[in-house]
C-alpha cells in the first residue's frame, strides 16, 4: 500500500509520484527540516504547535493527511513548485547518501506533476 500524488484532470496518462507511506513520511519530514520544522512538534504529528506558527510555503504538503484531505488548488501547486525546487537545488548540492538521492528524485518527480497541475489549472489529489 501507498500513496499517489496525481493531477485531477481525469487523463490516466498524466504523471504522478507514488511513495509506500514510510517513503512519504521520511521525505516530508526531511523537507519539512529543510524548512527548520520539526513535524514532530506539529499537529497533526503528535505535536502541539500550530501550522499558524509556522511560515513555509509548503504548508499545503507538508499539512496535509496522507490519504484524503482537501485537494491542492492550482494556486497551492504553484507556491510548493517554487519552494520545492529550490530546496532541490539545495540538496543536490549536499553529498549525500542514497536516501538523499531519492529524496532528491522524488521532489523532481513531484515537480513535474505540480507544473502539470498548474498548466492544466487542475488540483492535486492525494490518493
Known sequence: MGLVLFPGDGDNSSPDVSWSYSGFAA??????????????EMWGF????????VSTALEPLLDH????GDDLSPAEC????????TITDEWAREDGHQLLQQHIEDARQLMVVL???????VPLIFL
Do not use: M, N
Not at 503528535?46 to 506558527?53: K, L, M, N, P, T
Not at 493527511?65 to 484524503?68: K, Q
Open 65 to 68: 493527511p496522507d490519504v484524503g
Open 115 to 121: 507544473r502539470h497541475c498548474i498548466e492544466k489549472d
Open 46 to 53: 503528535g505535536g502541539e504547535r500550530q501550522w499558524s506558527e
Open 27 to 40: 521525505f516530508r519530514r526531511r523537507l519539512a527540516e529543510t524548512e527548520g520544522v520539526a513535524l514532530s
Open 78 to 85: 504553484a507556491s510548493v513548485l517554487v519552494r520545492l525546487d
